[in-house]
Each structure stands twice: as C-alpha cells, then as structure tokens.
C-alpha cells in the first residue's frame, strides 16, 4: 500500500525520504556509543612484598564498578574473580588485594573490566605480576623470610625449587606439612593457630626428594606490647625514676623485632628489666608522663601524673656497722643524699638468727641507727634495713646489704637435771644439753657433785661437755646408807659457770611399787595426762618416760610441770609405733621427789612382731593340752587382748576356742578321736594377730601310753640301778666296812693240820655256844639279836671300847619259844644234863662264834635218831619262835656216834610243812656233814667236836631266814646263793 501510495503520489520527492532515514540511523548508532564502560587503561600492579598485598590503579570513565579477575600465570589457575568497587584518588582508581601466599611464590596476571549495570566493557590488558619462579632465576628459594605474625594466625609459606631439581617436603619445626603446587617450581603450605615461637624463632625449611634441604626460613610468633603499672617516683628529691611492668612476653627478640619504650617523647635508652619490672630515669620531674611501647606487632601507652613529695621512695642505707653486747647491739648506717638529714623516715630492721627473721620498726628525722634489744648471748645475727617517708608514705625502700655480727658470750642457764634410780644404791645422775640459746656461749664441761649434810661428804667430777649422764653407786663410796645426799650439777663456758640445779636423790626409789597404774592413750600428737594435785609439790611435779621392755642403761627423758598445772600432753619427736612407754610422775619438794603415779601406753599399736613362743602339745587321754611361753614385751607391741586357737588343716585355720584372759599360756582341745592333729595359737591386740605358732600331735590310744610308761619307768629304773651299781663298785671297800665287815676265821685251840677223828657231839663246857637258862620269860625277846662280841667276854662282862679283833667270831643272843609243854629231849643220847636241862628251857640265850653265808633260805626240820631196836623215829617237838612264823628245830644225830664202827652217816628227813600258816619254815640241818676221823672224836672225852660242822662253825646266817622254805633236794636254792654270793663278790675287796 505505500508503495501504492508512493506510486499514485508522483508529486511527492523521494530524496528527502532518504536523507531522513540516514539521520535516523546516526542517531541510533551515537546514542549506543556514548551509554557503553570504558575499558581500564593504563592499568599499574604495585606488590608490597612484607604484607603480601598488591595495589592496582587505572585510569577508567564515569564507571566506579570493575570486574578484577586475577589468576596464577604459569597454571592459569584463577585465585580471585570478583567485583569490586574501587574509589578514584587523583584521577586514578585504586584497589588493594591481600594474597594468600607471599607474592613472591608464582607469577600473577591480572585484568579488569569496567561494569556499568549488568553492562561492562572489554577486558584490560593482562598485566602480569613477575614471581621469583621465572625460569631464568634457577635457585631454590622459600618466602615469607624473617615474617613477624601474631599468635593464633595463619601463615602460607611456599618452595621454589631450584631448575633441574625434584621438590620432596617441607617441614614447619619437624612436622611434615602437606603442600600445593602453585607453578612448575612452586609449592606451598599453610600453617593454621600458630604458636608462640621460640627465642630464635621458628624454622621452616623444604627439601628435595632425598631428603636434601634446599632452603628454609624463619618466621616469629608472638604478642604485641602491653605493659601496665606505670609509676614514676623521686630517690633524691629532685629527679624521677619511672617504673612499669613489661607484661606478658612477646616472645620477639632481637633489635628488629623487641618491644621499644619512649617516655614524654624520649627514648629510654637506659630502661634495664628486672623481675620483669622496666626501669626509666628522668633527670627533672615532669609530673605527668606517657609511656609508648611498640613492637612489629602493635603499639600500647599508659600515662602517669603525682606530685613530688607524694612519691619520694629512699634509697637503700649504706655502711652499716653495730655495736654488739651479749643481750643488745646497736647498729649504724649512712645515706647517699644529704637532703634526707632533714626528711622524716620510718625504717625497719630486719633480723634472722637460729633460722627465723623478725623485722623491728623506728621513727625519727633523718634517722641513721637504731638500739636492737633481747638478744642472745654468741649468737651470729644478719641484719639488713630498708626506710619509707613518714608522710604520704607511698612504699618502702630498697633493702640495704645484710651485715653480720656476733653477741658477747654470758654465762649458761641453770641445768634441766634429773636423777634415775636403776637399784638400790646405784643409779644416774641425769641432764639435758644446753641449746645456744641456753649455753649462751661454747660449753667447755659439767661439774657434778654428791653432797651428804649430814655427814659432810662431798665428791666433786669434772666432766666433758659431750657427757651428759653420771652413774653412781653408794654401796661403794663412803655415803651411809639412808642419809640424805644431794646431787647438783653446773654448767662452764668462756664466761663462767652456770647457776647449780640440785636434786635430793631419792633412794630406795628403785624398789617402791607405784600407787596407781594406768592406760595412756595417744591424741592429737601426744599423751594427754592429768592427776590430782599434791600439797607436798612445793616446786611443781616431774614426769619421766622411758621404753617399758628395757631393763638397763634406758634412754630416759623427763620434763618439769609447774605446781598450779596437773595436766599435761606429751610431745616428743622420739615417740614410736609400736613401742610401749612407761610415765612415772614425781611430786617435787625441798625433799626428796616422791612416787605418785604410773601410765603405760602405745603411741600406735601394731601386729606383734613375733608369735607364741614354745608351744608344746601334751596327750592327756583323749584331750590334747596346748601350753606357751609368754611373748617378750618388746615383740607385743601393742596391750594383748588373748589367744585365738586354730586348727590349722593346711590350706585354711578353723578357729577352736578365744582365750580372752591375756595372762593364760594353756588351753585344753577336749573329746578328740585318734588322728593327728596341727594347731595354731596366735597371739592379738587391737591391730591384729601375729602370724601363729603351729605344733603338731598324732594321739594314741591309752595302751600305747600305758607301755611308754611302762617302760620309761623300767628304764629310768634300770638307770638307777646302774647308777648306785657303780656307785657301789667304786665305793666297795666303805660299804663292806659299813655294812658287810669280814667274819674272821674261827681261832681253835690244839693242832687241827692232823685228820680228825668221829667227832662226839656232846657238847664242851667250853663250846662257843652258850644256852644261859633265865627263869623269867621277857614278851619283849621275841626274835634273834646280835650282840657284838666285843661287848661280852667269856664270862659275860663287857670289854668296853678297847680294841676289837676282826678275826673274833660274833655272838647272837635268842630266845625260843616251846612250841608245846612236853620237854626237849637233847639231841644226842650221851648229852649232858646241863645241855638237856637247857633244851627244856622255855627261854635260852645261845652265843654263836659267827654265822656263816648260806646262798639259801634256812628251814629247820628235826631228824629222827634211828635205833638198832628197830624204833620208829620220833620227832621231836619244835621250838617257835616268837609270832608264829615258824619253829626252831635243832640239828639231830641219828645212830651211837660213839660206838659206831665207822662214821655215822646221817640221813635227812623232810619236815612236813607247818599247819600254822606262818611264812616261816622250819630249820633244815646240813646232811652233808660226817665225823672226819672216831679216834680223834673217841679221844676227846667224848666232847662232840661240834665246831666241825660246816653249820654250826662256818655259817654266817641267821637263824630265822626271811625267804620261804626251800627244798635242798629239788636244786631251787641255788639261784638266791649265787645272788647273794655275787653281790657279797662285788663288795669285797680283798677276796671273791
């Protein structure tokens, strides 16, 4: 349609047309020029290489948007890509980027683009921050180098390894660190919350792949300045000293990097640290000060303002001497600026001796000494003094340097002495050694002395200064016993002798039993004791301690309570566990001391250190008795409560009985079948048992004990026998004296070499055997008695003491009792009248030359005289001896001795034995026996030679036998003949 128009319109002109639409489009085309971001130009990289940060300003239009795009050259790795609104300063724009990794590290390129909206310009030039990686730089190096970073930072430090050299590790101190590739030499750690470091920093350092150190750095971590306490004061009146203290420490040293302090602008060159307290002198006082400390890391100040009197602090006194005594000692010192003899003070004195200080404090004006009193006699004394401003006293002064000294000597207290009764008459004098503060001087010796009023003696002994204890012994000096004796003692030094301490000696104190005894008990580091007060204690009361189980030389110690106190509590650095200690209190007088009171106790009680002693085991039937000796009191060590008793089956102990009584040793374990059996008795007290005693005892049954004892008692018996055996044998000769004398042989008239004829019995007027008739019978004769020969002559007088002959034959007197009324017919037919008249006597006296031994007993039975009538033998009634126990019946002769043709030969007849019942038999003749030779007997006058009868002449046994009846036929006799002959054997000397 318009070109139809155009067409039907020919009278319109085409060329403006045209030249309308060119101006259309130039104006479209200026419009999109003038609204599109200038491009940056001239676009300038400036590095900070110590704070890592990189400056870039360029010239741009209206824009203050730009797009800043930066990125590792080598790896076209990008590291920061973002906008940033940058400010223009002189036409330029400018903005600062921080990197990560010190600018040295790797080559950077960098471009802008200006941003207007969402419309932005072309990209800048590259402009490329030049690393220390380029290839013509071909050593190895490291960065950051000598960096100074805060405690707790971050810092990335990175490698550039040498051209032709293969990267391996880097370390921080000796930890291996991961590391980035940041180039083809580059590489690069980074080290988060770093600590404080070192004096000389710490080390970082890289190394190839053989383990090769290329290079390294340092880098220091530390704080920046705080100092605090900012105090200026004046010494002389005149200048002022400033004072602070340096804080934490930075941990940077060196020139570089140390903490600089600058005070009201001026440095302080001469500022020195001690006990991290920094020292600044000002010549003039300002009144008011600032002080600035800086580091690398940062900058602090602090202000101070005071007035010149408010801060004077005197400096430490000079020169000091002392003037010393043996109780005070004055010291003197000077000061170092004269406008101080004008300046109020206040000083103190500090004083140590025997290990302890104490400080003394004086006033005065311009003060330059001071009195120090209550001192000690040779004491060494350190003394040092330091002074303040009485007015507005702010602080103290300086300490001066410490002088010494030593006090005059003086002479030593009065002893602590005490004397220790171990007996009767013995014992110790006692007393403690002087500490320094008591010698008050060397102590060259004691002197002791024993004085007795009464009867004015005296002994003096000087002793040396390490002895501290005396023994004495009454008994042995001239002292009387019971007197009144004093011991005294004194103490000598360099200065003199001591005052005396004198105790009267309590003797027979040893043997007094104390009134009272009781438990102490241990609390709170002691032995709380108390007693009732004693009106006699005129100078208070003693009371000594000592190890209960020792007996002598003890180690005693004492001390002295005054008389209004009568309570005590016992300390002593001596006090062990375990052991027992006895208290003894004393009342002290002008007297001697008196006993009043006993304690014994444990400062600890523990286990016993040893077990029962000697436990035995004792059968008694079925029961098994347990007896032990008592523990020593050094091994209780503890108050025994009693005895547990165990039966102790091996692997476990069952527990029989508790003996609670302390003082029992025995117990009785009852009703016990036949075994073997072990116990165990353990001692306790109130820390425990000991470990036991264990004994062992297999019970038998009662037969077994019965044979024991039956042959224990036949062995102690056969010792016995033994025993006086030998006795008997070395002692022989005196026990055949006393008891068995030696018969003498029989002393006969006439030749008796020549044979003998039959002897005829009837009896001689002078045959030793008497029968004496006596018309009285005496009850009170009833058994034989010997009568010595010597007592009696041939005609009855006694011969007295004279001498008596061993050979002489023995008489015994008996009395025999007539059995019945009949008369005794006489032995032989031809015997006299006298001799029949005598047997039919109820009562006789026979005398016997002596008796001869018989091995067996004697039974006497009467032999039947045979007839040639062809009688029956008649037995003759025996003769009964007193009791009952048995009959006497004489020897009888059978046949006519006198008219026989040759010699009789006799026969014996058994004797029925005796109905009485007495123990007794009857006498049994010898039948052995026959006349040697009948001339001899017929020529005799027919006297019976009776003497030859081995019975009758040589027997030595008496008549009435004390054995049963024994039968010479049947051979039993012989066995107590061989005893008796034996034991005769043993105790004769001169012949078997």
């Given at each position: 349609m318009p070109c139809q128009s155009f067409t039907s319109c020919p009278s319109l002109n085409?060329?403006?047309?045209?030249?309308?639409?060119?101006?259309?489009?130039?104006?479209?085309?200026?419009?999109?020029?003038?609204?599109?971001?200038?491009?940056?130009?001239?676009?300038?990289?400036?590095?900070?290489?110590?704070?890592?940060?990189?400056?870039?300003?360029?010239?741009?239009?209206?824009?203050?948007?730009?797009?800043?795009?930066?990125?590792r050259t080598e790896l076209s790795e990008t590291i920061f890509d973002d906008t940033v609104t940058a400010d223009q300063v002189n036409g330029r724009y400018q903005w600062n980027w921080t990197s990560a990794e010190p600018l040295e590290c790797t080559s950077l390129s960098v471009q802008l683009r200006s941003r207007d909206g969402q419309t932005t310009?072309?990209?800048?030039?590259?402009?490329?921050?030049?690393?220390?990686?380029?290839?013509?730089?071909?050593?190895?190096?490291?960065?950051?180098?000598?960096?100074?970073?805060?405690?707790?930072?971050?810092?990335?430090?990175?490698?550039?390894?040498?051209?032709?050299?293969?990267?391996?590790?880097?370390?921080?101190?000796?930890?291996?660190?991961?590391?980035?590739?940041?180039?083809?030499?580059?590489?690069?750690?980074?080290?988060?919350?770093?600590?404080?470091?070192?004096?000389?920093g710490t080390n970082v350092f890289c190394n190839d792949y053989q383990n090769t150190i290329l290079t390294g750095v340092v880098v220091f971590v530390?704080?920046?300045?705080?100092?605090?306490?900012?105090v200026c004061e004046t010494h002389d009146l005149k200048s002022a000293v400033c004072r602070w203290n340096a804080g934490r420490d930075t941990h940077l040293n060196g020139n570089q990097r140390r903490t600089n302090y600058t005070l009201n602008g001026r440095k302080c060159e001469v500022a020195s640290q001690s006990l991290n307290w920094t020292v600044c002198s000002l010549d003039q006082w300002d009144g008011n000060w600032t002080l600035v400390a800086k580091n690398p890391l940062g900058t602090y100040s602090l202000t101070d303002s005071a007035e010149l009197r408010h801060r004077v602090r005197p400096v430490a006194p000079i020169s000091l001497v002392s003037i010393s005594h043996a109780w005070n000692a004055t010291v003197l010192w000077q000061w170092m600026y004269k406008s101080y003899d004008s300046l109020a003070l206040i000083c103190q004195?500090?004083?140590?001796?025997?290990?302890?200080?104490?400080?003394?404090?004086?006033?005065?004006?311009?003060?330059?000494?001071?009195?120090?009193?209550?001192?000690?006699?040779?004491?060494?004394?350190s003394v040092r003094v330091c002074c303040g401003a009485q007015q507005n006293f702010g602080k103290w002064g300086n300490w001066s340097e410490a002088h010494t000294f030593r006090t005059r000597m003086d002479i030593p207290e009065t002893l602590d002495m005490w004397v220790w009764m171990d007996g009767e008459d013995t014992g110790r004098v006692m007393w403690k050694p002087l500490t320094r503060?008591?010698?008050?001087?060397?102590?060259?010796?004691?002197?002791?002395?024993?004085?007795?009023?009464?009867?004015?003696?005296?002994?003096?002994?000087?002793?040396?200064p390490s002895n501290f204890t005396l023994p004495f012994n009454f008994s042995q000096d001239d002292y009387t016993s019971g007197v009144k004796i004093i011991a005294s003692i004194t103490a000598r030094n360099g200065a003199g002798v001591s005052l005396p301490a004198s105790v009267v000696i309590p003797l027979h104190m040893a043997n007094i039993e104390p009134p009272f005894v009781s438990r102490a008990v241990f609390l709170d580091g002691g032995f709380p004791l108390s007693w009732q007060s004693n009106t006699n204690a005129s100078c208070g009361y003693v009371v000594e301690w000592r190890d209960a189980s020792c007996l002598q030389d003890c180690s005693v110690d004492w001390t002295k309570v005054p008389a209004e106190n009568?309570?005590?509590?016992?300390?002593?650095?001596?006090?062990?566990?375990?052991?027992?200690?006895?208290?003894?209190?004393?009342?002290?007088?002008?007297?001697?001391?008196?006993?009043?009171?006993?304690?014994q106790g444990y400062m600890q009680e523990m286990v016993p250190s040893r077990s029962v002693p000697h436990l035995s085991t004792n059968q008694q039937d079925s029961d098994i008795q347990l007896s032990w000796d008592e523990i020593p009191l050094v091994n209780r060590r503890g108050f025994l409560l009693g005895y547990n008793i165990y039966r102790n089956n091996g692997s476990q102990l069952t527990l029989l009985a508790n003996v609670s009584?302390?003082?029992?040793?025995?117990?009785?374990?009852?009703?016990?079948?036949?075994?073997?059996?072990?116990?165990?008795?353990?001692?306790?007290?109130?820390?425990?048992?000991d470990t036991g005693t264990t004994a062992s005892i297999t019970l038998k049954s009662v037969t077994d004990w019965l044979i024991l004892e039956i042959l224990a008692s036949l062995g102690t018996m056969t010792c016995f026998l033994v025993f006086v055996t030998f006795i008997c044998y070395k002692k022989r000769n005196w026990v055949k004296k006393a008891f068995y004398p030696d018969i003498p042989e029989p002393k006969l008239a006439g030749d008796w070499s020549r044979p003998q004829g039959t002897m005829d019995v009837k009896p001689s007027p002078h045959s030793m055997v008497r029968i004496v008739e006596e018309p009285e019978w005496d009850s009170s004769k009833e058994a034989l008695v010997a009568i010595p020969e010597e007592e009696e002559d041939e005609e009855g007088q006694g011969i007295g003491d004279g001498p008596v002959d061993a050979d002489e034959p023995m008489s015994l007197r008996y009395y025999n009792q007539v059995i019945d009324d009949r008369p005794i017919r006489p032995r032989f037919p031809d015997s006299s009248a006298s001799s029949a008249s005598s047997l039919d006597s109820a009562r006789t006296d026979v005398t016997y030359t002596g008796i001869q031994t018989s091995g067996s007993s004697l039974t006497f039975q009467l032999q039947t005289q045979g007839s040639s009538g062809g009688q029956q033998p008649q037995t003759e009634p025996p003769v009964s001896f007193?009791?009952?126990?048995?009959?006497?019946?004489?020897?009888?002769?059978?046949?006519?001795?006198?008219?026989?043709?040759?010699?009789?030969?006799?026969?014996?007849?058994?004797?029925?034995q005796s109905t009485t019942g007495g123990s007794f038999s009857c006498y049994q003749p010898q039948c052995s026996w026959n006349l040697d030779s009948p001339v001899e007997a017929g020529g005799s006058g027919g006297r019976a030679l009776s003497l030859g009868s081995p019975t009758s002449i040589a027997s030595t046994q008496f008549l009435l036998p004390e054995g049963g009846t024994e039968d010479s036929g049947d051979g039993k006799g012989h066995g107590s003949s061989s005893a008796t002959s034996w034991f005769h054997n043993l105790l004769t000397s001169t012949k078997p």
């Open positions: 085409a060329r403006p047309l045209r030249f309308l639409f060119v101006l259309l489009a130039l104006s479209v085309i200026h419009t999109h020029g003038k609204d599109a971001p200038v491009v940056p130009q001239q676009v300038n990289l400036s590095p900070n290489m110590k704070t890592q940060q990189l400056s870039i300003s360029w010239l741009s239009g209206a824009a203050t948007t730009f797009d800043l795009w930066i990125q310009s072309e990209w800048s030039e590259t402009q490329i921050l030049q690393g220390m990686d380029f290839p013509s730089n071909k050593g190895s190096y490291m960065y950051p180098v000598d960096s100074v970073v805060n405690v707790g930072t971050n810092t990335t430090f990175c490698c550039i390894v040498g051209e032709r050299r293969l990267f391996g590790s880097i370390y921080y101190k000796v930890v291996l660190m991961n590391a980035t590739r940041l180039s083809r030499r580059s590489y690069a750690i980074t080290r988060v919350n770093q600590e404080p470091s070192g004096m000389t530390g704080y920046p300045p705080l100092p605090s306490n900012l004195v500090e004083l140590t001796a025997y290990g302890q200080t104490t400080n003394r404090t004086f006033l005065g004006v311009g003060l330059h000494s001071a009195v120090l009193l209550g001192l000690h006699p040779d004491e060494v004394y503060k008591q010698s008050h001087g060397l102590i060259t010796g004691y002197e002791v002395t024993l004085w007795s009023p009464e009867k004015n003696i005296q002994h003096n002994k000087i002793l040396p009568t309570t005590i509590s016992l300390r002593s650095g001596n006090f062990e566990q375990g052991v027992r200690y006895t208290f003894t209190l004393y009342s002290c007088s002008s007297k001697a001391p008196e006993l009043m009171h006993h304690w009584d302390p003082g029992s040793r025995s117990y009785t374990v009852r009703g016990l079948p036949l075994d073997s059996y072990k116990f165990t008795v353990k001692a306790y007290n109130s820390a425990g048992e007193a009791g009952g126990e048995g009959s006497y019946r004489p020897q009888m002769q059978h046949g006519n001795v006198g008219h026989s043709p040759g010699p009789a030969q006799p026969q014996c007849f058994q004797e029925p």
